[in-house]
């Protein structure tokens, strides 16, 4: 692959959001808070209904740096969530490379990413590192 700085990064678009992922999700994180699968759950915490795991949003933007790096590019990704994740929510993908830059003879892009919402909110955010060799 071959970024310069200032290139977007092709956009990552999730299915929607559903229960059935979330269950799927709990059992291979072992994030079993109800407020996750659970509606009656959710809303005794406060909330409208079900939420995606904040970890879930952070999986999508470590597939989306993949897909746009290749398999086993990124070196580094750091996030911090900011929003809500509901059922059938489309989450986009999306980025930008901020530089190019070497390390130990090895080129790789950083990168700002976010994870929006279908209402354009941004639900998680953050910086990524991919090698570009």
């Known amino acids: ?43 005794a915490g406060g909330l409208e209904g079900v939420i995606a795991h904040g970890m879930l949003s952070m999986g999508f933007l470590g597939q989306f740096v993949e897909t746009a790096f290749g398999a086993g590019s990124y070196k580094r990704l750091e996030v911090r969530f900011q929003g809500m994740v509901k059922l059938g929510e489309v989450i986009t993908c999306r980025g930008v490379v901020t530089e190019v830059a070497q390390e130990r003879g090895r080129e790789y892009a950083a990168c700002e990413i976010e994870a929006v919402d279908s209402g354009g909110r941004v639900v998680t955010a953050g910086r990524a590192q991919a090698w570009l060799d």
């Not at 071959?2 to 072992?30: F, N, T």
């Open 1 to 43: 692959m071959s970024y310069q700085k200032g290139d977007a990064l092709p956009e990552l678009v999730k299915a929607p959001v559903s229960r059935m992922q979330l269950v799927k999700y709990a059992g291979s994180s072992g994030d079993f808070n109800p407020i996750h699968y659970d509606d009656d759950a959710a809303r």
